[in-house]
């Protein structure tokens, strides 16, 4: 396993950069914004996974280790594979991958090439308790959705028909009123719909 590159960026094309290590040049597969942070002629550090198949090795390379372990959690679902899961990263920044997987958001999803509504939601059905933390607003300590009562109150948010991002926000609004002990998740979601009924 390469779990990464470091060398200097002898080349840099629409999909894929080449990073010279010990004097080899190795040509690893990147976002788009993984690449506009690349200078040809610059120092890189990247984090990558190595695809091995019969007839190929294909190294993934990503801006950073977090963005890397999401792309190897997109392979676990059943249909995802290298191309589908990068794609992913292209389309979206890797905290609203884990926001749409958390919040069932099929038509965040969809907006990936390759993946249709069934594939979407097969993605959140194996995905959805693997994510972990989810960062929101400005990624502070308020600002991370930990699986209890942040994603309760967004899924309420959501069923009353707020859309993701309004729910987002209301979250994050919450969360920064907390001082001290944290109310009961019903208390939370009227206050998050208080807050929802001003901003209209």
């Not at 991958?97 to 958001?105: E, M, N, P, S």
């Not at 099929?106 to 989810?134: F, H, N, Q, S, Y």
């Amino acid at each position: 396993m390469i779990a990464s590159v470091r060398g200097v960026v002898a080349a840099i094309f629409h999909d894929s950069a080449v990073v010279e290590v010990g004097g080899v040049g190795m040509r690893v597969f990147c976002t788009p914004n993984t690449l506009a942070g690349l200078r040809t002629g610059g120092e890189a550090r990247l984090a990558t996974t190595l695809i091995v198949r019969e007839d190929s090795l294909t190294l993934f390379g990503f801006a950073d280790d977090a963005e890397r372990q999401l792309f190897d959690l997109l392979l676990t679902a059943n249909g995802v594979g290298p191309r589908i899961a990068q794609a992913v990263l292209a389309v979206h920044q890797p905290d609203a991958v884990r926001r749409a997987l958390a919040g069932g958001d099929v038509a965040a999803l969809t907006k990936v090439p390759g993946i249709g509504k069934r594939g979407a939601e097969k993605m959140i059905v194996e995905l959805k308790d693997k994510i972990g933390p989810i960062a929101i607003g400005d990624g502070g300590p308020a600002g991370v959705l930990n699986g209890a009562w942040q994603e309760q109150v967004r899924q309420g948010v959501l069923a009353l028909g707020w859309s993701a991002s309004q729910a987002d926000q209301a979250v994050a609004a919450v969360a920064e009123s907390i001082d001290g002990e944290t109310p009961s998740v019903p208390v939370l979601l009227r206050q998050a719909i208080r807050l929802l009924g001003k901003s209209r």
